[in-house]
Nanobody, 117 residues
Framework: QVQLVESGGGLVQPGGSLRLSCVVS????????MAWYRQPPGKQRELVAQ???????TYIGSVKGRFTISRDNAMNTVHLQMNSLKPEDTAVYYC???????????WGQGTQVTVSS
């Protein structure tokens, strides 16, 4: 049973930073494309950043230069470092894993990020 457990959300002032983490258990971490999605209030879920081993990470335009996705393969963990946060970054952030060989997708439970003064 593959499980994704997120942590690191919270309330931060504009311009601040947060680091989200997602621990993957139950499978071989390196065989997954890992991603972070977010769902702002009243809006659809959107892909924020994605990482596949051996290829460059990709980002949605609005977070380029501010967010960084990284993988710690030894710890089966993916992080999302978020800097220069803006109120429009407020959303529930979800960790996502796609098994490369089958396309089977798994989701974390979500963690709230609120950017407000």
């Amino acid at each position: 049973q593959v499980q994704l457990v997120e942590s690191g959300g919270g309330l931060v002032q504009p311009g601040g930073s947060l680091r989200l983490s997602c621990v993957v258990s139950g499978s071989i971490f390196s065989s997954y494309t890992m991603a972070w999605y977010r769902q702002p209030p009243g809006k659809q879920r959107e892909l924020v950043a994605q990482s596949t081993i051996g290829t460059p990470a990709t980002y949605i335009g609005s977070v380029k230069g501010r967010f960084t996705i990284s993988r710690d393969n030894a710890m089966n963990t993916v992080h999302l470092q978020m800097n220069s946060l803006k109120p429009e970054d407020t959303a529930v952030y979800y960790c996502n894993a796609i098994k490369i060989s089958t396309g089977v997708t798994y989701w974390g439970q979500g963690t709230q990020v609120t950017v407000s003064s």
